[in-house]
């Protein structure tokens, strides 16, 4: 099964061989990782089953200074 199959069939209640996640950590943490095991070697076995999305701006502000925004 593909990634992105496993993900379905786990979202429509399906066993699955494997059990899709995601594992979102700040960058800092992900350079200690880093020095704790000698190299980023470590970030090439995790499986990368649901990518992060965030939503697209569609209210933008102008900013006029420091403080104060207009609304686009």
């Given at each position: 099964?593909?990634?992105?199959?496993?993900?379905?069939?786990?979202?429509?209640?399906?066993?699955?061989?494997?059990?899709?996640?995601?594992?979102?950590?700040?960058?800092?943490?992900?350079?200690?990782?880093?020095?704790?095991?000698?190299?980023a070697a470590w970030r090439n076995r995790l499986t990368p089953?649901?990518?992060?999305?965030?939503?697209?701006?569609?209210?933008?502000?102008?900013?006029?200074?420091?403080?104060?925004?207009?609304?686009?």
């Amino acid at each position: 099964m593909t990634q992105r199959e496993i993900v379905l069939s786990q979202i429509n209640h399906q066993e699955t061989a494997e059990i899709p996640y995601t594992l979102p950590f700040e960058e800092d943490v992900g350079w200690r990782l880093d020095e704790h095991y000698g190299s980023a070697a470590w970030r090439n076995r995790l499986t990368p089953y649901v990518v992060g999305v965030s939503a697209v701006d569609t209210d933008p502000k102008e900013p006029i200074d420091a403080k104060y925004v207009r609304d686009g």
